[in-house]
């Protein structure tokens, strides 16, 4: 239940395919972890609409990394999303969002885990 920004992809583990960011050292990584309220928003929400955009298979339990090319796909997506779909309190959209942006500045990634 917590989004993951790589700052640098120097120095980090490979879990199979992807980058191991949540063993990534905090110099190099930055996370945000997720209310339970915010997870299950996103869970029941958002997960789909990510999965489509950005070709991860991401479910409850599951983690997958989303690389800087595919974060341009995810900012769009979160920019287009409907007036009123995310409930005032949450932060993790925003937080997604700046991840993503990030990501593609520094040519890097991130990954949700779930």
């Known amino acids: 239940m917590r989004l993951y920004l790589a700052k640098t992809l120097e120095g980090l583990s490979m879990y199979g395919s992807i ?3 949540g063993s990534g050292v905090p110099d ?6 997720m ?7 996103m869970l029941d929400n958002l997960i789909d609409r990510i999965n489509a955009s950005c070709d991860t298979l991401l479910d409850d339990g599951d983690v997958d990394y989303i690389g800087a090319e595919k974060c341009k796909d995810l900012v769009t997506l979160l920019e287009n999303l409907p007036d009123g779909f995310v409930p005032e309190d949450y932060k ?5 969002k ?4 990030r990501a593609i500045e520094y ?3 991130i990954a949700i885990e779930m």
């Open 107 to 109: 040519n890097t990634g």
């Open 35 to 41: 209310e339970y309220q915010e997870y299950k928003w």
């Open 28 to 33: 190099k990584v930055e996370d945000y972890a």
């Open 98 to 101: 700046d991840f993503a942006t």
């Open 19 to 21: 980058y191991n960011l």
């Open 92 to 96: 993790v959209v925003t937080v997604l």
